[in-house]
């Protein structure tokens, strides 16, 4: 197992084309406020961010030329708006690459990055340590060390009228999907020293799923069982938002102009699930409810 000094799944970045557009999609599906609006004039992009009790969202849009405008512009020309990809947060980019390349890996060294929220003029400083694409299945991902203190980036507030219950909490989980489960098993869990929490194999559903766990976030990977319904590729998928009042949420929801499905039991024993149907930016969205313990 690689020592990288991993300590949560950091954030999530969605790649969208009108940032105004989806900064209005997120804050009705959520039911909070943007925590953070800003720019990275090095890397070409801007972005709103909604930190949340176990991670944030990033909506990440091309505003320039730079790095990262120019992968996400690559992202939304092959693959349309969607998830982009995953941040896992380090305790200390110097040692997590060290740690990187003792496995024989060729990650990038700490690249130190910085934000200024373009509202408020509050200023986040990082450390990113970036992983060779061909090292990670082809999935965007990144480790990165927080310089600042954790409130400089403050927490997503309630929106007007909305009460705690029917927001968003955090996330639950994140789907990729496979063709190689042993593949992403290597990745994850060997690699990046991520739990598995499970692995199974569900005929009856027609998929092999593995889940990891890290940071109260879970990273499902599923993989078809049938080689001819099989990704030629790995990719992320979609996502599923914590609530602690479902059917509110889907109230909500539906009063803001959403279009929610009915309350439904879902595949895990005592959840409860519903679907955001677009407009969600190309991520295919659930909202799920834990049972009470």
Request: net charge negative.
């Amino acid at each position: 197992m690689t020592g990288i000094g991993l300590k949560s799944f950091d954030h999530l970045i969605i790649a969208v084309r009108d940032l105004d557009a989806a900064e209005a999609t997120y804050t009705r599906i959520l039911g909070r406020a943007p925590s953070w609006r800003g720019s990275h004039p090095e890397g070409g992009t801007a972005n709103v961010l909604y930190r949340l009790a176990n991670m944030y969202l990033e909506l990440l849009s091309p505003v320039g030329e730079g790095f990262f405008a120019t992968g996400v512009r690559q992202h939304l020309e092959t693959s349309g708006e969607g998830i982009f990809g995953i941040v896992l947060g380090i305790e200390n980019a110097d040692a997590a690459a060290a740690g990187l390349r003792a496995a024989g890996l060729h990650p990038t060294g700490p690249q130190p990055g910085s934000g200024v929220d373009g509202r408020t003029g509050a200023r986040r400083e990082w450390r990113n340590v970036y992983l060779a694409p061909d090292e990670t299945r082809g999935l965007f991902m990144f480790l990165i060390e927080h310089v600042s203190p954790a409130g400089a980036l403050p927490a997503a507030a309630l929106t007007e009228g909305v009460a705690a219950a029917s927001a968003v909490e955090g996330l639950d989980h994140v789907v990729v999907m496979t063709p190689d489960p042993d593949g992403c098993r290597k990745l994850f869990g060997d690699v990046l020293g991520i739990r598995l929490a499970l692995d199974h194999s569900k005929p009856e559903w027609g998929v092999r799923q593995l889940f990891f766990r890290t940071g109260g976030v879970t990273i499902e990977v599923v993989a078809p069982l049938d080689p001819e319904k099989q990704p030629k590729t790995d990719h992320y998928w979609g996502l599923a938002w914590k609530t602690g009042d479902i059917s509110g949420a889907g109230e909500r929801l539906r009063a803001a102009g959403a279009n929610v499905s009915e309350v439904r039991t879902g595949r895990k024993k005592g959840t409860q699930v519903s679907t955001i149907r677009p407009e969600t930016h190309g991520v295919p969205t659930l909202l799920i409810q834990q049972p009470q313990i």
